[in-house]
């Protein structure tokens, strides 16, 4: 099915296969979030796989949406999708109605995937202005019906709040040289498409650099889409989020694709599978042990076979956590993690 809607999912087996203990102990009642739905491939790989298992779809791009769930419309109501920025998906699935929703009130979240960053579909289509290989209106808006567009930052912040954009969230070395510029050539004319960008960007990086450093509009370009779109802020909010709603057994699974992405993730796991029993103690102390595990040793990467397969793999930084008790609890209740 991939080759038909041109996108093979990032470690597809892999994602499968760490998420199924959760899905084994929950049996019927397993629902699995796919926070990052995208074109839904990894979502169609767990309904083919666990076939007792439900899927609940999270996307904020209404595009998405709309092909995830034409892929997907021969699961029936296995399947059910929302349009969310995932950090909200909780709230919006609270408000709504159905098994899958009435299930994960009960029973809490038996496995969760995040594919972070900006997906192929929407690489692909060259009117959302991500790619920076073709010249499209600078837009990057994940949901269409968000205000701020990339050409928003470019025409009106500042040179520091630019400069620190691309420092921050590109590691871009030349971050004030091509802040000044931008500025400078706004107040000719306000940026609108990514070619004059890309142009910009050719002349202010140095040659020596450009030869090197891959395509010199890449950094740019994914500071522009994290800031537009929120995407740290997000995934800083959502981890208590999915974690919380986490049944015993259940697992939550992140991809990075960005050093900012990973450490994120890395410090709030390694944060929550941390005993808070002072050093020194035998034994945790009431209410200081941990409730989560750590399943992954470390970042995992995609192997040589998988980036052969599918190169936008090569990045990839894969954590993920076991939920392995309740607070003060010995069952799922919504009061032990507030409501979903």
Sequence with gaps: M?????????????????????VSALGSNAVIVDATLGAGGHSEHFLETFEKACVLGVDRDPHALAGARERLSRFGDRFVAIQARFDDFADVADESEGPIFDTLREQGVAGALFDLGVSSMQLDQVERGFAYRMDAPLDMRMDPSQTKTAADILNTYSHGEIARILSTYGDERFAGKIASAIVREREKQPFTTSARLVELLYDTIPAATRKTGGHPA????????????????????????????????????????????????????????????????????PGTA???????????????????????????????????????????????????
């Design 218 to 285: 890449k950094r740019t370009f994914q500071a522009l889409r994290v800031e537009v779109n929120a995407e740290l802020d997000s995934l800083a909010a959502v981890i208590p989020v999915i974690t919380d709603r986490l049944a015993v057994g259940g697992r939550a699974v992140f991809m990075s694709y960005q050093s900012l992405e990973d450490k994120i993730v890395k410090k709030a796991l390694v944060d929550m599978s941390t005993s808070k029993t002072p050093p020194g103690l035998p034994m945790d102390l």
């Design 2 to 22: 991939e080759g038909e809607y041109g996108h093979i999912p990032v470690l597809r087996d892999r994602m499968a296969q760490l998420i199924a203990p959760g």
């Design 290 to 340: 941990p409730q989560f595990r750590l399943i992954t040793r470390g970042a995992e990467k995609a192997s040589e076979a998988e980036i052969a397969e599918n190169p936008r793999s090569a990045p990839v930084r894969v954590r993920a956590v076991e939920r392995i008790a309740l607070p003060d609890s010995s069952s799922f209740s919504s009061s032990s993690r507030g409501v979903l």
